[in-house]
């Protein structure tokens, strides 16, 4: 089965540009995380969906960072504006469905790098 | 609040050597433990999991006995491989935390030939 898939690798940007990640679940999956892994630190959840809801963005910092998955498949993460704190991996999981049974899959990330 | 808490690295071994990483958790539920693994560049694979106390995990020759009474989850190994060098993360999950993983710092092993 094919992995979860992430783009772009990696991203360098100037800090207050905006930048974007996509993500793409294995298939069937229902639930799909993203997490922030800042270097020297484990990863992080910033929101979770079940299908296209969004079952908790309490670490979202809401104000910068927006995330989507309107069709209940692929999801997108933004930053705008970027902040040099972002620097970080950005990883998605993804899950058949929510419990604690279900293993996340992860993918091989996105590392921003802001200047 | 809930929180993971892993021995800092890196943890250095020559090749066949045994395997300790500690891992303590504070929780206000009853969660279930695991350990993910991350090889250089690449994403965290989940190793192991237990999801209730006294629960034995293993994988790959790696193992963790999920211990209630001191609230830990330590990854052992009898004989570890220059191929196992990687970074080892703890972690736990609560159905009241909406099931997310809560992730311990890491630990770094490098496993010298």
């Known amino acids: 089965e094919a992995g979860v898939a992430q783009s772009p690798r990696y991203k360098i940007i100037e800090k207050r540009q905006s930048v974007a990640f996509w993500c793409n679940p294995i298939?069937?999956?229902?639930?799909l995380y993203w997490y922030q892994q800042i270097l020297g630190q484990g990863p992080k959840l910033l929101i979770q969906?079940?299908?296209?809801?969004?079952?908790?963005d309490s670490q979202l910092p809401k104000d910068r960072f927006s995330a989507e998955r309107l069709k209940g498949v692929d999801s997108t993460l933004k930053i705008q504006p970027a902040k040099l704190e972002d620097s970080a991996v950005y990883l998605c999981?993804?899950?058949?469905?929510?419990?604690?049974?279900?293993?996340?899959?992860f993918g091989d990330g996105t590392r921003l790098s802001i200047l | 609040g809930d929180s993971v808490t892993q021995m800092e690295g890196p943890v250095t071994l020559s090749e066949e050597a045994f395997l300790t990483i500690n891992c303590t958790y504070t929780?206000?539920?009853?969660?279930?433990l695991f350990w993910y693994v991350q090889y250089p560049g690449e994403g965290l694979q989940l190793l192991l999991k237990?999801?209730?106390?006294?629960d034995k995990g293993s994988n790959k020759g790696f193992e963790a006995t999920y211990r209630k009474e001191t609230t830990s989850f330590h990854l052992e190994k009898g004989s570890v491989q220059v191929s196992d060098s990687a970074v080892y993360f703890c972690?736990?999950?609560?159905?009241?935390?909406?099931?997310?993983?809560?992730f311990g710092s890491g630990t770094r092993l490098l496993v010298r030939p």
């Open positions: 929780a206000t539920g009853y969660p279930s």
């Open positions: 972690a736990l999950s609560l159905m009241d935390s909406s099931y997310k993983l809560i």
């Open positions: 969906f079940q299908n296209n809801g969004v079952v908790d």
């Open positions: 298939s069937g999956h229902a639930t």
């Open positions: 999981a993804s899950s058949e469905s929510r419990g604690i049974a279900q293993p996340q899959h």
């Open positions: 237990a999801t209730k106390a006294d």
